[in-house]
């Protein structure tokens, strides 16, 4: 058995053992260096076996923490996160990162709203206080007038019905496996290049007519994807 092998196999026995809790901290990567006699690579490989596996998860400049119980996640159904984590037992918090003039410059623009004005949208979304997702939410400016003035860290949904009178009716999602890019990361105090499920969600109202399109980067570790069959 290789090193990596033995240092992954001890802190997964830790996990099994439940020595550790859900949300605790592993012991630090200079104390698994000293206890195994290993480099400071040979331990990365086996963290990074264990966050590969979804056990445990990093933290940039934090150190390396034992996962929490996931969100579950039915694709195929509307989305309200805020509604979806309570009724999990989770505390939802959601941070505007930016909200941009109106441009009809974004690719979204001219691929899926016929080249109109667009709002974009930035916010990363917590879970007890861990990020776990960020998300770009574009919208038009000739429907959603004055968003920009509206409060933005709740449910973007509740704030279309109530100011908007726009209903969401169904969604269609576009799922991939990828890695986090640069930007998206450092939001989620993760290192470049982690993975992570990228979803494209277009979002109708009732006449069938787009609402918003959103580009969504989930930590891969933070949910789990639930799909009933008919």
């Given at each position: 058995m290789l090193l990596y092998q033995k240092i992954r196999n001890y802190i997964q026995d830790l996990l099994a053992?439940?020595?550790m809790q859900p949300g605790s901290k592993l012991p630090s990567e200079r104390s698994?260096?000293?206890t195994f006699n290993s480099t400071r690579i040979t331990v990365r490989e086996a963290l990074a076996r264990l966050e590969a596996e979804g056990l445990i998860y990093s933290q940039k400049r934090r150190g390396w923490f034992v996962t929490p119980?996931?969100?579950?996640?039915?694709?195929?159904?509307?989305?309200?996160?805020n509604r979806l984590t309570k009724e999990q037992g989770f505390e939802p918090k959601t941070e505007v990162i930016s909200i941009e003039a109106p441009s009809s410059g974004y690719h979204v623009a001219k691929e899926h709203f016929s080249g109109e004005a667009l709002f974009k949208l930035t916010r990363v979304r917590k879970v007890d206080e861990r990020a776990i997702l960020m998300e770009e939410i574009y919208c038009l400016e000739s429907r959603f007038e004055g968003l920009d003035k509206q409060a933005l860290n709740g449910s973007i949904t509740d704030v279309m019905s109530m100011h908007y009178n726009v209903e969401i009716s169904h969604e269609k999602c576009v799922i991939s496996v990828t890695v986090l890019p640069d930007e998206v990361a450092q939001k989620l105090e993760k290192n470049s290049?982690?993975?992570c499920l990228k979803v494209k969600r277009a979002r109708y109202d009732g006449q069938k007519q787009l609402v918003d399109y959103n580009v969504e980067y989930w930590l891969h570790d933070a949910i789990e994807m639930v799909v009933e069959g008919i």
């Open positions: 053992q439940g020595s698994l260096q000293d119980k996931k969100l579950s996640w039915h694709p195929a159904r509307k989305v309200n996160f290049g982690a993975p």
